[in-house]
């Protein structure tokens, strides 16, 4: 499985941007895809996630009402609109899959075990 982010950049606080994971290499209707950030000096954080089948989502409480995580299965493709963007969303985003997901546990990092590179996100105040 091989995932490739992109839509990263430099935006004002208060502005949007989405980002893009493209998906390839297996087919993902049981996967759980999601996003986590990962600012300098922190530790890598849960964005948002969703179930490729069926579309359940789940959110960081920092981010609800301001992120959308959604997805495009002709194309392989999830998103992560990010509107309303604030200094301290600031980091590396990352994609992530996972074959199987335990319930309740796709805020954890180690249940992906695919991921994609980092797209920068830079919000200026």
């Known amino acids: 499985v091989q995932l490739q982010a992109s839509g990263g950049g430099l935006v004002q606080a208060g502005g949007s941007l989405r980002l893009s994971c493209a998906a390839s290499?297996?087919?993902?209707?049981?996967?759980?895809m999601g996003w986590f950030r990962q600012a300098p000096g922190k530790e890598r954080e849960f964005v948002a996630a969703?179930?490729?089948?069926?579309?359940?989502?789940y959110y960081a409480d920092s981010v609800k009402g301001r992120f959308t995580i959604s997805k495009n299965v002709f194309k392989n493709t999830f998103y992560l609109q990010m509107n309303s963007l604030k200094p301290e969303d600031m980091a590396s985003y990352y994609c992530?899959?996972?074959?199987?997901?335990?319930?309740?546990?796709?805020?954890?990092?180690?249940?992906?075990?695919?991921w994609g590179q980092g797209t920068q996100v830079t919000v200026s105040s």
């Open positions: 992530a899959a996972a074959t199987r997901m335990v319930v309740g546990r796709a805020y954890t990092a180690g249940m992906y075990e695919y």
């Open positions: 969703i179930r490729w089948s069926g579309g359940s989502t």
């Open positions: 290499g297996s087919t993902f209707s049981n996967y759980v």
